[in-house]
């Protein structure tokens, strides 16, 4: 996936500094507004995006691959979406099953961690990816990857720490009410989603994973067992990322190479 994000996308032998700042800044400050307004984008929309705007504007239409744009990044972020909603509808069934008790809390925070590694495993990659953007055109060794990575756990760790709280309020009660059996279901389906993903070398987005397993979850309720206001918003927010990280990107390029 580093390979994907930090060579894959654009049609170019070596990066100019000023696409991959560009890239960098412009999918930072749009999450990180985003973030600001508690708003549950895609980092991965926002990454892919930025890269589209910046290479655009710079270098052309023809020198985005535009084939594995769509068969690596555009398509597996469609469809996850629906086939988390699947899974965990369909999974309902055995989950609420489980009996209540002590035991359910420990195994939903177990859970939570399997999820969290998911995560770390599908996101960190894309994240590193747009150091290594930014190193491969100064010159380093690509051997700086490995330090990349574990500068990036820290600064997600820290992120989370310090702003995630907000993003976790709109997911975990404003979505749909859920119990500790309906947590640990959608849990699990982030997980094996994610995980899987992540064996196939396809970038998902864990929002979008882990919203539309909430999402199955309370649909299995009837429809007043979602909130459908969040939803427009989220899905509305979704839309909004590639192109509005692609903007932001393309208005920072011209900005750096003036």
Do not use: Q
């Not at 894959?8 to 990180?32: C, E, H, R």
């Not at 239409?61 to 068969?71: C, E, P, T, V």
């Amino acid at each position: 996936m580093v390979k994907l994000f930090s060579s894959g996308l654009l049609d170019v032998t070596k990066f100019p500094s000023s696409i991959a700042l560009a890239t960098l800044v412009g999918a930072i400050l749009w999450v990180a507004l985003a973030t600001r307004i508690s708003m549950p984008v895609s980092t991965t929309h926002a990454i892919t995006g930025a890269i589209t705007g910046a290479g655009i504007i710079s270098l052309g239409f023809n020198h985005i691959k535009w084939g594995a744009l769509n068969s690596k990044v555009v398509i597996p972020l469609l469809a996850s979406p629906v086939i988390s909603i699947i899974v965990a509808y369909i999974l309902w069934n055995i989950i609420m099953r489980l009996p209540e008790g002590h035991y359910l809390r420990s195994v939903h925070f177990l859970s939570s961690m399997f999820a969290t590694f998911a995560r770390a495993v599908n996101d960190t990659p894309k994240i590193v990816a747009l150091g290594f953007f930014i190193t491969s055109t100064t010159g380093l060794n690509a051997s700086t990857i490995t330090p990349l990575f574990f500068i990036t756990a820290i600064a997600m760790a820290l992120g989370s720490y310090v702003k995630g709280l907000p993003v976790t309020r709109l997911l975990a009660e404003k979505l749909t009410k859920m119990d500790d059996r309906e947590a640990f279901g959608a849990n699990i389906t982030t997980a094996f989603l994610v995980s899987t993903a992540s064996k196939l070398g396809l970038p998902v987005s864990t929002t979008h994973v882990i919203s539309s397993a909430i999402i199955g979850f309370g649909l299995k309720k009837g429809s007043g067992g979602v909130s459908w206001r969040v939803i427009r918003d989220m899905v509305l927010s979704w839309g909004v990322t590639l192109p509005v990280a692609g903007i932001i990107a393309a208005i920072l390029y011209f900005i750096i190479r003036g």
